[in-house]
């Protein structure tokens, strides 16, 4: 287990973008597969994207592919989710995953998950 803090969420304009982050204080993010999830209220949770640096895998999922990008910092210790125009559909609570099995968009394959993010994008 992995504790995980999300944070930059907010309230924004269709057409903006966000940029959220994750930390797992007093530890390396560099060795996990990271992600992140979204469940908008009454609907599933959705996967968004996850990366695994070892293998240079990254993946993003179909609804925000070409928006949203999944990154981390040199030093592996924040992972970032780059979100560029944003629509009201992208409105839910974001969570920040940890897991040790790339190559899987399962949400069960995440055993780490943080509190949750709220974004929120007015029209």
Known sequence: ??????SG??????GGSLRLSCIAPGRSISTYVMGWF???????REFVAAIYWPVNWRDVGD?????????GDN???T???QMNNLSPEDTAEYYCVAGSRPFT???????SWGQGIQVTVSS
């Open 1 to 6: 287990q992995v504790h995980l803090v999300e």
């Open 9 to 14: 969420g907010g309230l924004v304009q269709a």
């Open 38 to 44: 979204r469940q908008a209220p009454g609907q599933e």
């Open 63 to 71: 609804s925000v592919k070409g928006r949203f990008t999944i990154s």
């Open 75 to 77: 030093a592996r210790k």
């Open 79 to 81: 992972l970032y989710l």
């Open 105 to 111: 968009r399962d949400p069960q394959a995440f055993g």
